[in-house]
């Protein structure tokens, strides 16, 4: 008798925990998408890109209007001011490049900066459903990095994490 209950409480203990989801998995991009923040981010970041861009455009302008003076004036100018001339043309063309450089650099750094805290809203959010589910692991599913995922033994957490961020 006692040999039957120890192998049926054996058998009860092992079915409960074939039963239980053992990791999570979710979208870590599809949440950040879905929050207002990222909407916010990414438009102060798009405002910092048209911004540049617009400088850029108007340094290229600049540049083309007085290349163009400089081709127009070869003929005529004395070879100090080609000198002049080829020398500021120079400096323009290596400013521009420099300031191109310079804003790719600060918009990167602006991302970071502003995407920090809702990276970290996010990774606080996996951590807690983590330990409430008391899952081994939870997965992150974008870039096709899982193609298959047992949803027998994984749980998708993308909703309850999403629930969790708007709440708070």
Same mark, same amino acid.
């Given at each position: +008798?006692?040999?039957? =209950?120890?192998?049926?409480? =054996?058998?009860?203990?092992?079915?409960?925990? +074939?039963? !239980?989801?053992?990791?999570?998995?979710?979208?870590?991009?599809?949440?950040?998408?879905?929050?207002?923040?990222?909407?916010?981010?990414? *438009?102060?970041?798009?405002?910092?890109?048209?911004?540049?861009?617009?400088?850029?455009?108007?340094?290229?302008? #600049?540049?083309?209007?007085? =290349?163009?003076?400089?081709?127009?004036?070869? /003929?005529?100018?004395?070879?100090?001011?080609? +000198? @002049?001339? !080829? /020398?500021?043309?120079?400096?323009?063309? *290596?400013?521009?490049? !420099?300031?191109?450089?310079?804003?790719? /650099? &600060?918009?990167?750094?602006?991302?970071?900066?502003?995407?920090?805290?809702?990276?970290? @809203? &996010?990774?606080?959010?996996?951590?807690?459903?983590?330990?409430?589910?008391?899952?081994?692991?939870?997965? *992150?599913?974008? #870039? *096709?990095?899982?193609?298959?995922? #047992?949803?027998?033994?994984?749980?998708?957490?993308?909703?309850?994490? &999403?629930?969790?961020?708007?709440?708070?």
């Amino acid at each position: +008798m006692r040999k039957i =209950f120890i192998t049926t409480l =054996f058998m009860l203990i092992s079915v409960t925990a +074939m039963s !239980q989801k053992t990791f999570g998995y979710l979208s870590y991009f599809k949440v950040l998408q879905s929050t207002e923040e990222y909407s916010q981010i990414q *438009n102060e970041i798009q405002q910092l890109k048209d911004e540049s861009q617009r400088e850029m455009t108007r340094a290229s302008e #600049n540049f083309s209007k007085q =290349f163009a003076e400089y081709i127009d004036g070869q /003929k005529t100018f004395s070879e100090n001011i080609m +000198m @002049k001339r !080829q /020398k500021e043309l120079q400096q323009l063309m *290596n400013q521009s490049l !420099q300031y191109r450089d310079e804003a790719r /650099k &600060l918009i990167e750094r602006a991302e970071k900066e502003l995407m920090q805290p809702l990276y970290d @809203k &996010l990774n606080n959010a996996i951590q807690i459903i983590g330990a409430e589910n008391d899952f081994e692991y939870i997965l *992150n599913t974008d #870039n *096709n990095s899982y193609p298959f995922i #047992n949803t027998e033994k994984g749980e998708d957490i993308t909703e309850k994490v &999403l629930i969790l961020i708007h709440n708070s």
